[in-house]
């Protein structure tokens, strides 16, 4: 869950997470959807569906014991050389180096080095600078104080300085590039896609679309979403007869790579036919819509009209 999201965030959510699933068992023999839902908002959701295939394969082939060997753990689905890397340091005090955005940024700093920290080769340099620095007792220790730093004291923006344990021998410091050090993104042109989400309504039923499994909210139940021109024969291909449309204000969601233009059409219709109840769309309660894995802007959505309608 810290992948990506920030531990602020993130508590809330795993104190939730763990009360429905606390144990590898029982998140193994949940179903996706189930896993989903309680992810729901948190975003980037291969990550739970990656969870979720993980605790699977540590049931199968681990018996339901985590792994403790790095090469076993960089087996399971979604986690990489610093995630397993940080469990083998902080859970069972191995001697290895981690480099998370934190860490590459001390690092960065404190050995000098400058270049993208996602470009291959820099990568690499930081790689070696952090396996050369590992002490030889107390990993567990140095891994978290090191991410501690880059949280707390080796900020991005306006670095704590002053407060650094380490400011005597930081190259940055000395050079006076803690402002340009680690060198930002390079930056690009994020694209922009429009949609329309439509809210079909029939009392307090609202029709939902499960999405593939691949893509952006792969596996979540959202609203139909159209181009802008579709919206008529979305209508007559699922036999579905207006009473009354309102277009809302359009909002602008942003994921890692694009931003999502969004139109929110609001339709309420005079029946439920059943051609708009084929596999991979049903309808369902408000209430009971807000408890499935939906998409952070879809909830925002479904919940004001449950505050509407309540």
Excluded at 58 to 65: T, Y
Excluded at 202 to 221: A, S, T
Aim: glycine share 8%.
């Amino acid at each position: 869950m810290l992948q990506q999201t920030q531990v602020s965030t993130v508590i809330p959510y795993y104190l939730r997470f763990i009360a429905v699933f606390p144990d590898i068992e029982t998140l193994a023999g949940a179903s996706e959807e189930q896993v989903l839902a309680h992810w729901s908002g948190l975003g980037y959701y291969a990550r739970g569906r990656n969870l979720h295939r993980a605790a699977r394969v540590v049931v199968a082939r681990h018996g339901g014991e985590f792994p403790r060997r790095i090469a076993d753990i960089l087996a399971l689905p979604g986690i990489g050389r610093s995630t397993a890397a940080a469990v083998c340091a902080l859970a069972y005090h191995q001697r290895q180096a981690i480099l998370d955005g934190n860490v590459r940024r001390v690092l960065a700093r404190y050995c000098g080095i400058e270049g993208w920290t996602g470009k291959r080769q820099v990568e690499e340099q930081l790689w070696q600078h952090a396996e050369a620095l590992l002490p030889s007792q107390d990993v567990a220790l140095y891994t978290q104080g090191l991410m501690d730093l880059g949280a707390t004291v080796c900020v991005r923006g306006r670095p704590k300085c002053a407060a650094c344990p380490l400011r005597s021998d930081c190259n940055a410091l000395r050079t006076e590039r803690t402002r340009v050090l680690p060198t930002p993104r390079p930056k690009k042109i994020v694209p922009e896609r429009r949609v329309t989400f439509l809210m079909v309504l029939h009392d307090r039923d609202i029709l939902l679309e499960k999405r593939p499994p691949g893509g952006i909210w792969g596996g979540l139940w959202s609203l139909p979403e159209l181009d802008g021109t579709e919206e008529p024969n979305f209508m007559q291909r699922n036999g579905l007869v207006a009473c009354s449309r309102s277009e809302q204000p359009p909002f602008t969601h942003t994921f890692t790579h694009f931003r999502l233009q969004i139109t929110p059409v609001l339709l309420r219709v005079a029946g439920k036919p059943l051609l708009a109840g084929e596999p991979g769309s049903q309808w369902a309660d408000l209430r009971a819509a807000l408890q499935m894995a939906i998409p952070a802007p879809v909830r925002r959505l479904l919940l004001g009209l449950a505050l509407e309608s309540a």
